[in-house]
């Protein structure tokens, strides 16, 4: 079996796609899940592009990770100087990753027209800076852009790029087929080309590929087949114009279809279609349901005489079984969502898993889902709502009324907007009646809901909300259409998601604040009986 | 040149992905306009199935079509029948289609296990269904369902499915991988093989792709090197489960990067963008942004670096040039961006690019980012702010105040959340003072503001709100951080977006959508005094 390296960049080039941007947070637990699912290098961003990206390089030094690789990129130092004075190449040193990738040019009529300096200055350029990196202990990637179009138009120039990356120590070079226009057949026969070229330096070859013929998957897998030994692409595709290769399809292809090829370790494959619905809700991007491997539709079943079919032989209409990649098959028009899921994630709250009982969180999981509930990132509603079904569920409180006023008086410079909120809550059975000022609406609520239980539960106080995502679930009818509330809240040992669905965004975002507010108290709750249980044990 | 048919089943395979069908009307204008743009065969339907299909044989007689031609789809007849006794045969013939496709069972087991029947029987029924067909003077294509998975179980008795067809006369066989799993490599290898197997019948092959693997696209590119002449799939890639193979694509690719194939007629490749639009919209379906060729981040450009290189050469950073299919650059500003995006979009605005102005634009979006503006998807509230500092914009209403207020009586069943919106303008001098409800806040805003401005700017009638996402710009400060809000509106003509920031939600839409109708009143007005120009010209 040969190791297929496998580099995410969602958080750089995926970054670059229209309408998707990351906070510090979002990037941070992107990191976590592709570390969990066995990817080996994830690039982290630009230190030198903005200080978002170079203050995830300092966090992420926090995070406890198992094996993935944080990169830094950045481009080739600037003509006309030593590598060490050059702020980017300080950035990339500065931000303390063990491996930097740097991408520097391939295609002559780039160097002398687009960056504007000779031939000879672009290959030391190249070599200086590769070179400063393994000086200061980094692994060096290059990543060769507008390799394909560049060996196309000068073979023995393109060569030569790759050739002083490889001897000034890269320990990989990656063929980047930048303008995503290449053919599977072409991209064969230069990556063939490639490693020739770098034969003598002992280097292997990675692939880049970008989609705008839509055919970055399989120009990937041409580039395997040929030799390369790494695939750089992004989560679900993302990244500027068409995209990147998907790097859930390259997996997903190299492990199932193709022969003798190692990708991920563990169980990685079993949760791609958990990953990639997590990185499109963490973008706030809506989901492709034909996404192959993963989409929602991907093993739907329409037409009548497939359905049939289906029901006789699983396998007469599936390339796949769909669990392979933890997906699963649907039958009939329904917005059915998985028992898979269902049975994966009552398995973590260790929940026995009793048929009826199944039977009807499903039941109840496909009623909300079709008012567009969405529970992948909303794993703290979930639990509460299979405590709910279960029966052992107790709420700490019950709302009796809600009520918000926003004012703005736009002439008046002196006036602030205000935003006030009273509610009326049953705590322990005596009526709180508080009022609360905020930033917004939600902040408002917030902090009167915090005033009227922090007496009762102290430990609320390190409760803090961490994130607060809003989509129109039906964008077709616009703003009267339901809100879908997605809160992600944290406390010195975890960080939960909830949600909220109403026509009102105000009663969306309540309800998602009670669920944040009730599971903390259950969590903390069941947390003092287990350490109250272990110290009886210890007593004894 | 090597002439590759391309044959189109958006109306059938299409329709059977999830959340799309077609009306009749839907599909005769699609008919229409796949006829225009040159494309050679049309599925229409299966007659059998429903009256819709049937009606549409009727009608699309009427069309006054130039050269494409009408397909109906049926199976092969049923088990123990004469062919001319089968229903589905008769509604194949009574559709009075001059093309009929007949699809029929290759793969042993689904022929014994699914349809069971015999062996045999199973080549009866494929020999009796083309042969009828022919004697009855309709030019008949075989489709081979599960081709690929069948000639790898079983190759003798798929090719013996194969001959039966071609040796009763169809006109092209054409290989299905109907489950949409095979790699490239495999469909090459089993192309070439089925090409032998009917060398002796001189019936060609063509090819008919789904996209589980991601690769339906690059299938059909190999069946078509290998010597497949007809290529099936539907546009934008609609179909059951992960879709067929995407038409635009496998026809922008034969005829901008492959060598030696002609397809389609005229100029029909410089209409892919309108035609993906058009089946997009008849569908009522939502468009895929970055799809290849066509999408609307296409050709679009974010990364700093990036657009200052397209700036240089265009062709750095694209594939083709984008007016090659119909579509168009596009530049996007972001927090990547820098001077060389701003230059691009006031271009397109028409502004001169005096330096001192650049510079005074540059800072204020520079500003605006800072505090949580991305003005990529708000193209329209860029624009705005370009106008404002070149001083030539003008407010058609000023705000005094708004108020919102929100009540939730949680424990009264008969009392409904209702949300209220107060809002006082100043429009053309005279105060208004308006009240809306609405199922939430924005909603009730928009419907007060509607309210007050409908009677001095009725064009705001046709004014729809498509679209409303959130998010929190500085998610570390939780909800008391800004949120940015983006909105997506349309008229019959054109579509845009606008956006605001604001530490309160509310304050945030309010913004946007006053972006939203300022941006409207003043693009009606400049098209008003566009076409006044043009009809004093034509006069003059």
Redo the contacts between chains.
Sequence with gaps: MKKIEIYDTTLRDGA????V?F????KLAITQRLDEIGVDFIEGGYPL??EKDAEYFRRVQELDLKQIKVCAFG?TRRKGMEAKDDPGMQALLNSGAPVVTIVGKTHD??VT??LRVSLEENLSMIADSIGLMVAEGREAIYDAEHFFDGWKANPDYAAQTIQAAAKAGARMVVLCD????S???EVAELVKAAIDALSEYNVPVGIHTH?????A??NA??AV?AGALQIQGTIN?F?????NA?LI?CV??LAL??KGYEVLGGDGLDHLTELSRFVYDTA?V?R??????V?????????G??VH?VN??AS?????SPELVGNERRVL?SELSGRSNIMALTTKMNIEQDREVMDKILARVVELENKGFQFEAAEASFELLVRKILGTFTSHF??????????????RQDME?T?EATIKLNVNGSQKHEVGE??????AL?AALRKALDVAFPNLKRM?????????VN??A???AR?RVQI?CSDEHDVWGTIGV??????AS?NALVDAVEYKLHKDESAAKASTNKEVAATN
């Design positions: 670059q796609g229209e309408g941007s906070s510090l947070q979002d592009s903005n481009m009529f780039h027209d687009v930048t303008n995503g226009g053919l599977p057949e989609n705008d013929g839509e055919l998957v399989a897998l041409a087949d595709g990244g500027e114009r068409c995209g998907d399809s997903a292809n279809k193709k706030n809506n492709r349901n034909n996404q192959a491997f989409g929602q539709s991907a093993f739907a079943h329409k037409g005489m497939h079919a006789r032989a007469s209409y599936e390339h796949i028009v019950e709302t009796l009324k809600y009520h918000v006023e926003i004012e703005d008086f736009v002439d907007l935003t905020g930033d917004g609406p939600i902040d917030s803090k909300l961490v994130d607060y995502k809003v989509r129109v964008s077709e616009g703003t009267a809100t992600e109403s026509e009102n965004i105000i009663q309540w």
